[in-house]
């Protein structure tokens, strides 16, 4: 059996940059800012894109941050509360088997994991 690494092909570098210059502006209006749904973050994320769900999959895919995520890191640094926790803005609606957050607006402690590993994958270049 062969076993193929994300990061060892050509293909996945021609695709990342793609996705890099494509679907992280996907959340633009014509003018080149970001639309506010776009910007909000959820857990679980279901079958929603939206700007942490785009950059953790940049994070997890092992690319290296360059400055055409920059405006998108800083949009989600900022969310932060005065406690060091990100909100959960925009919960999708569907089956649970259990709860795991509280209502929009609260802190999420997964979009905080999420948002601190990307904060961390992006300051490490």
């Given at each position: 059996m062969v076993s193929y690494s994300v990061r060892d092909s050509s293909a996945?570098?021609?695709s990342t940059n793609w996705f890099i210059d494509r679907k992280t502006q996907a959340g633009c209006s014509a003018r080149g800012t970001f639309t506010a749904a776009w910007t909000?973050?959820?857990f679980p994320t279901r079958w929603h894109y939206d700007i942490l769900w785009g950059l953790d999959y940049l994070r997890r895919a092992g690319?290296?941050?360059d400055d055409r995520m920059a405006e998108a890191i800083d949009l989600v640094r900022k969310k932060r509360d005065e406690h060091g926790r990100w909100p959960l803005e925009?919960?999708?609606?569907g089956p649970v088997h259990f709860e795991m957050?509280?209502?929009?607006?609260?802190?999420?402690?997964?979009n905080t994991l999420r948002v601190?590993?990307?904060?961390?994958?992006?300051?490490?270049?």
């Open positions: 996945t570098t021609d909000e973050i959820s690319v290296a941050p925009n919960p999708h609606p957050e509280g209502r929009a607006g609260e802190p999420s402690r997964w601190l590993r990307v904060l961390r994958w992006a300051s490490a270049s």
